[in-house]
């Protein structure tokens, strides 16, 4: 009889805990309904203001149709003003004609190699290029390849943002005076086209060339020099030279840049001569 007392006992006290929880947790959602119902109705104003922005925009504006359109219209004319206002982009250059012939006399420009080779490299240059510098070795590496077949006729074009590429042209010009115009542009491109007075003393010396007789005919004939330059610009400028250096094989621009790409189209015009 008192075990049973006691279960009953026990289990009062079971349910008194589960009924004393469920009151906490009540007091907790409400204290927390509380807590939140300001955020509650922030929340349902954003919604609110929201939905009336929208059914503005869908409405056309306040019943207004048109409204809409209107404010696209609008949208659209802004747009044009803004790209009027941008000025045009000018049209870049035709594409090149590679099979296009171009007439270019050796005239007086410098020859490497035999003069009466059949075949004829003409380079527009500039002493101060660093593209020159760097493809030289290609020409360097086709004389030696056709040393009796193939010409290099170089021609003058100095690059107006290149200082040094005008002296330096007219420097190889008077060393040329003394069969040293190769030698002195190995050089000159090798230092970038410094033409400093230690350097041309330096070139002097290396090509053991007459130092007195180098800077008498680069000073004394710079008005032949100056021509010579000058006409050589003007028939770059009649062949379409766009940048240096620019390769032309018997007439033709080429983009070979290395001894394969020159072999490949140096080597059917020999076959066909």
Same mark, same amino acid.
């Given at each position: ?86 000025p045009a982009q ?34 527009? !240059? ?34 107006? !943002? ?8 007219k420097l190889a ?101």
């Open positions: 009889m008192e075990q049973k007392n006691n279960v009953v006992v026990v289990l009062l006290i079971v349910l008194i805990g589960i009924i004393a929880g469920i009151g906490l947790l009540v007091g907790i959602g409400n204290s927390v309904s509380v807590a939140l119902s300001p955020v509650n109705a922030k929340l349902s104003e954003v919604l609110i203001r929201e939905k009336n922005i929208e059914d503005k925009l869908n409405n056309g504006g306040g019943g207004n149709p048109s409204g809409l359109a209107d404010i696209q219209k609008q949208l659209e004319q802004i747009q044009n003003k803004i790209n009027a206002a941008q000018p049209p870049g250059p035709p594409p090149e004609d590679m099979n296009k012939v171009y007439n270019l006399p050796v005239g007086v420009s410098p020859v490497l190699g035999k003069k009466d080779a059949p075949v004829a490299i003409t380079i527009f !240059f500039d002493f101060q290029c660093p593209f020159c510098s760097r493809f030289y070795s290609a020409v360097k590496d086709v004389m030696a390849a056709y040393p009796d077949k193939v010409k290099v006729v170089v021609k003058n074009f100095p690059l107006p !943002f290149h200082p040094n590429a005008r002296p330096a042209a010009l008077a060393a040329n005076e003394q069969g040293q115009y190769q030698g002195m542009m190995e050089l000159l491109l090798q230092n970038g086209g410094d033409v400093s007075d230690a350097k041309i003393k330096e070139y002097a010396q290396s090509l053991k060339l007459d130092y007195n007789k180098l800077m008498a005919d680069y000073k004394n004939k710079d008005a032949q020099w100056e021509k010579d330059i000058q006409d050589d610009m003007q028939l770059g400028s009649e062949a379409d030279v766009r940048g240096t250096p620019t390769f032309y094989l018997d007439g033709h621009k080429t983009n070979a840049r290395d001894i394969s790409g020159f072999k490949a189209q140096i080597d059917p015009i020999l076959a066909g001569k």
